[in-house]
């Protein structure tokens, strides 16, 4: 995208820690992993900070966007950096569980200890990092059934008219999201979703119910996962993405995941790259 409205090659430190093939402790390349693969550096885009000004949007692109001439663009970074900026988790211990399409739990350290298991980014904001244990489908799961059962434009408030009508357990109907094969923790792409429970005793309500409550857990699986190997306590977490468009659900997560969220913005992700262009200028 920089290449195209700039003519400028670049990529960002998170963008170049997640090929595997950087050193972001350096901020650069990693030669020995290039000479792994056989894969000469000037393949690559120069690695710059998310705050670094790349250029200007060419005249052609401007005026195709309709926007005026000279407006600067900086690198930029990952779209989970910037939602985290964004809903202003900003230090160590702090924190934020994703409920969008995929999901996970994001936790900010100021001491980038590889975990086996867990993706591991440099932050926009140093010298913090942050871990990210995912799980592959969250409002994706919750939407299949959705329109398998309902219409598809049915509205949050009605939905959530729905949910709050069965109680907690979903009166033992048990959801496994695994849709999509999983993530963190089993990291398995092979597994797969199901109900356990089903009876005659449910209807179309207890299957949302079951979908929330299964994406929670799956959620907890991850939090659990990365809570057992760090050493500090999370007090609480931002909740963003879809789901917490739905004060139900967010409920749920509280819950399940047993910490209070508080709710970011759901345009945490702009807003965070907005942050970072007023830091650039």
């Known amino acids: 995208m920089i290449y195209r409205i700039t003519g400028e090659l670049v990529t960002d430190t998170g963008t170049a820690t997640g090929t595997l093939l950087a050193d972001p402790s350096q901020k650069e390349w990693s030669s020995f992993l290039l000479d792994v693969v056989d894969l000469p550096e000037p393949a690559l885009p120069p690695i710059q900070d998310p705050v670094h000004i790349v250029g200007e949007l060419k005249k052609d692109f401007a005026a195709r966007a309709g926007l005026p001439g000279g407006v600067k663009v900086v690198t930029g970074t990952l779209d989970s950096a910037a939602e985290l900026l964004g809903s ?21 350290t100021d001491e980038p200890t590889p975990i086996k298991g867990a993706l591991l980014y440099p932050y926009p904001i140093e010298p913090y990092w942050y871990y990210q244990a995912g799980t592959n489908s969250c409002t994706s799961a919750f939407n299949w059934v959705k329109s398998l059962l309902f219409d598809d434009e049915m509205e949050y408030a009605e939905i959530d008219r729905c949910v709050q009508s069965i109680p907690p357990g979903s009166d033992g109907l048990v959801f496994h999201p695994y849709l999509l094969g999983e993530r963190a923790p089993y990291w398995n792409p092979e597994l797969r979703g199901g109900f356990n429970g089903l009876s005659m005793a449910h209807g179309k309500a207890h299957l949302l119910r079951a979908v929330q409550e299964g994406v929670g857990f799956s959620l907890l699986d991850c939090l659990r996962f990365l809570s057992s ?43 965070g790259m ?5 830091l650039a200028w």
Do not use: C
């Open 88 to 108: 202003g988790v900003l230090g160590k211990g702090e924190g934020m569980v994703r409920v969008g399409t995929a999901g996970g739990i994001m936790l900010i």
């Open 229 to 271: 190997r760090l050493d500090y306590r999370i007090e609480n977490l931002k909740v963003a993405g879809g789901a917490s468009q739905s004060e139900v659900w967010s409920r749920i997560l509280a819950d399940i995941l047993g910490l209070p969220l508080m709710h970011g913005s759901f345009y945490s992700s702009v807003y």
């Open 274 to 278: 907005a942050l970072l262009a007023l």
